[in-house]
């Protein structure tokens, strides 16, 4: 198969061996691939793949089922499957557990169906598992217009959650139109006064922070009383220099951190099954959408990576494999 190689820190598309499906693996071809940070961090040695993962970059994939293992009953030959990987979504060719893998929604194209996996099951675990939101709730939502981020404002209207985002000023109109009843410029604006301001002083219930360090003193200033703050990224820093924790104390906070890439594999088979039942009938009804910022073909790899380095996307970056 053709596959994307990282060679001396640039992306080139060359021949690479096949994936072998195991006794309850399918193998599926590739038909669109969805970028993620991670990809980036990888590319420079910053986030290898977990042991055993495939060493190519792209963690979800839509295409059509290929080839099945021995011992496989959920999939047959030609069925059209989407799903989150550890690793090998940026080839013609990519392995998938059966139970981790998921029937593209009814209505949705491969393109759309790419871009579902890591950002939906992200958010969902972060808004549901972790976070446990509740209908009510007012939410704060970090980099709002980002791929989580767009998942997160529509899962948490879903839940008849009230959500609440931060996102530099060309990003906001998009915030409102998926659903955020408040969009804050991160930039220009006090975030934790503003939400308190739009809670009457109580403060959001439940935060998703990607920032990290510098977010941490501000996000306890946005904070309800005993309320939760779920950290999925460091993309600011990781040091906090001086924190005190009774700001931490004083609000009864919980500070929850998750990764997903490196959970075992009957915890994303559990999460999946959660976001399938959860999400799939609101995705065929329109409900739910993958918000997609831009589709390139994969020979344009390169132009995609530089669009999210540059933060430019709003929603999901995709690529078309042919």
């Not at 295409?63 to 009953?73: C, N, S």
């Not at 598992?129 to 509740?134: A, K, M, T, V």
């Not at 948490?156 to 060309?170: D, K, N, W």
């Not at 939760?228 to 009774?246: S, T, W, Y």
Request: charged fraction near 25%; include cysteine; proline fraction near 5%.
């Amino acid at each position: 198969m053709r596959a994307v190689i990282v060679r001396n820190d640039q992306l080139v598309i060359d021949a690479y061996p096949d994936p072998e499906p195991g006794p309850r693996e399918v193998c599926v071809r590739v038909h669109a691939t969805a970028l993620n940070r991670a990809d980036l961090l990888q590319r420079r040695g910053a986030y290898p793949p977990p042991p055993g993962a495939s060493p190519i970059l792209g963690l979800e994939m839509a295409g059509v089922v290929e080839a099945v293992g021995d011992e496989v009953v959920r999939w047959e030959v030609g069925d059209r499957v989407c799903g989150l990987l550890a690793g090998g979504g940026y080839a013609e060719r990519a392995v998938i557990h059966e139970d981790l893998a998921l029937p593209i929604p009814d209505g949705l194209g491969f393109e759309e169906a790419a871009a579902i996996p890591e950002v939906f099951m992200t958010a969902y675990q972060a808004l549901h598992w972790l976070g446990r939101i509740e209908a009510g709730a007012h939410v704060l939502i970090h980099a709002g217009a980002s791929g989580v981020g767009t998942a997160a404002i529509q899962l948490a209207r879903l839940a008849q959650a009230h959500p609440f985002v931060t996102a530099s000023r060309g990003k906001l109109r998009a915030c409102l139109d998926l659903g955020a009843e408040a969009a804050i410029d991160y930039r220009e604006e006090d975030f934790a006064a503003h939400v308190r301001a739009l809670t009457d002083g109580h403060g959001a219930g439940l935060i998703l922070d990607v920032i990290g360090a510098p977010y941490l003193e501000p996000n306890l200033r946005a904070l309800a009383l005993d309320g939760r703050i779920v950290m999925l990224a460091m993309m600011g820093g990781a040091v906090v220099e001086g924190f005190d924790l009774r700001a931490l104390f004083a609000r009864r906070g919980q500070l929850i951190t998750s990764t997903l890439r490196n959970r075992d594999l009957a915890y994303k088979i559990a999460l999946a099954r959660a976001l399938e039942d959860h999400a799939w009938e609101a995705f065929a009804r329109g409900t739910l959408r993958p918000v997609i910022d831009r589709i390139y073909d994969w020979e344009d790899v390169e132009a995609a990576h530089r669009r999210m380095a540059q933060n430019r996307n709003v929603g999901k970056i995709v690529l078309r494999i042919r």
